[in-house]
């Protein structure tokens, strides 16, 4: 396919599926992989994880070939519109991309371009891993106990953009529908009122779930707990307990047990031969994640609570300047980090990467590339043990030396070198 106004690198090959699969990748040794920069600090994030990608794909033998897209800033820039038609159709036709954070105004002006993309690539499973590295200073005492992947579902609940505003005729026929014909009566206040609508669907929980589920399966996880707000909100979140529960009991036989025990009873044993599959209430599950965060393996949940979740583990293991993310969906990865755009920042080479970078290190994991994404873990983490880091943790750490974003990144990409 050819674009417009995207380059396409002359001498990559594409990542496609393998034949006969659906989520299964064939990755060649050179794959084009579409990046977007982002806004704000996207522009000093992104170039400096390509450095260190290049670096970690350069030492196991391959290479990189990347593709610049565009959204966001750069695309009204461009193209004059935030999420142009060929961004979204090259990430497609790549399937593996990694991008920078986007900006989304409060309140009025256009709609999460962030939502917009996952929606349309369907990517459904928004996945942060948050484990501890040596050397990243944390508010918590043992911040090495976390080491969970939360699966947050991307596609559904009260982000899927179904809302009307104060003041507009839908709102007051919804409103007037909620009342007179489903028995809400007296219930909304009256005066203007803004009004969302939460879907849960069975086939959006229960391919969150089982993604979940596998992913524990194949990375020899002890347990899957489903993070809700059943015991309000019934009919949503409730649901998706119960689904996912269905889920585990009727699609993997022996592997899978919803056998739920007290942590203190099993001496903090889970079975070897089984993921447990166990279920917490959401408002617990963000001060168990504190008091007992080594009882946590992977945790799926819906949009809203997955949102707030990620953020909280993410501060225990060293904030937004480490965290990584990617959305997944069948066949296909978007990796990004956790953290916004932090406009006070832009172009001042200051932030960290490491969150960006760790991004781009599961997207190696998914690629199938498990030596160049251990070799990027390791030397992002040797150089923190080094001291050698950005801002965020510089002022939190005795004797340390204050890098900036670039600097960072060749500091990693010199530990690559020395650790392969
Ligand atoms: P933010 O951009 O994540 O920044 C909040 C604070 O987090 C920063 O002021 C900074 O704290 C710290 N931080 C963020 N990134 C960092 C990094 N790489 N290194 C070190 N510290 C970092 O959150 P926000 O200000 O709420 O959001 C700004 C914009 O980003 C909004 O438009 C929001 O919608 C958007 N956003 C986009 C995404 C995405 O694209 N996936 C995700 C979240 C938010 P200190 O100043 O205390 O050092």
Redesign the pocket.
């Known amino acids: 396919m050819s674009y417009d106004k995207i380059e396409v690198p002359d001498d990559g090959a594409k990542i496609t599926l393998k034949e006969g699969t659906d989520d299964e990748l064939e990755v060649p040794d050179n794959p084009i992989i579409p990046i977007i920069y ?1 806004d ?2 996207g522009s000093d ?1 992104g170039p400096a994880a390509q450095t260190v990608l290049d670096a970690a794909a350069k030492a196991t033998g391959r290479e990189i070939h990347w593709m610049r897209v565009y959204a966001g800033e750069s695309a009204r820039e461009t193209y004059d519109e935030n999420l142009p038609d060929e961004t979204v159709e090259a990430i497609k036709e790549h399937r593996v991309a990694i991008k920078g ?5 409060v309140g009025a002006g256009f709609r ?1 371009l ?1 939502v917009g993309l996952r929606k349309l690539l369907d990517l459904y499973a928004n996945v942060r891993p948050t484990y501890h590295l040596d050397g990243v200073p944390s508010p918590v005492k043992e911040p090495e106990k976390m080491d969970m992947v939360t699966f947050r579902e991307n596609t559904e609940d009260v982000y899927a953009g179904i809302e009307w505003e104060a003041g507009t005729d839908e709102v007051e026929q919804v409103k007037a529908f909620v009342e007179d014909e489903m028995g809400a009566d007296g219930v909304i206040h009256d005066g203007p009122v803004g009004i969302g609508v939460k879907p849960i669907t069975e086939f959006g929980t229960k391919r969150l779930v089982r993604r979940a589920i596998d992913y524990a399966l194949e990375h020899d996880r002890d347990s899957v707990t489903l993070v809700h707000k059943g015991n309000i909100m019934k009919f949503t979140e409730g649901q998706f307990r119960d689904w996912g529960y269905e889920v585990a009991d009727e699609e993997y036989g022996d592997e899978v047990i919803t056998e739920d025990t007290l942590w203190e009873e099993r001496d903090g044993e889970m079975p070897d031969d089984a993921v447990v599959v166990n279920d917490r209430i959401a408002d617990n599950m963000l001060q168990q994640i504190l008091t007992r965060t080594d009882q946590y393996d992977v945790v799926a949940t819906m949009n809203l609570n997955g949102d707030y979740m990620s953020d909280a583990c993410g501060a225990q293991i060293g ?3 480490i965290a990584p993310g990617a959305n997944f969906g069948d066949g296909r990865l978007l990796a ?9 920042y832009e172009g001042q080479d200051k ?3 490491t ?1 960006m970078i760790l991004s781009g290190r599961i997207m190696l994991e998914y690629m199938g590339w498990d030596d160049a994404a251990d070799l990027v873990r390791d030397a992002v983490e040797a150089t923190i043990v080094d001291g050698l880091v ?1 801002y ?1 943790l510089e002022r939190q750490l005795d004797d340390a030396e204050k890098l900036a974003t670039s600097e960072f990144a060749d500091a990693v990409v010199e530990n690559i070198e020395t650790l392969s």
């Open positions: 982002g704000g600090v994030v954070p986007l900006t989304t105004p999460s962030n904030g937004l300047g990004e980090p956790v953290h916004g755009s932090a406009p006070k932030v960290n990467p969150a950005t965020d």
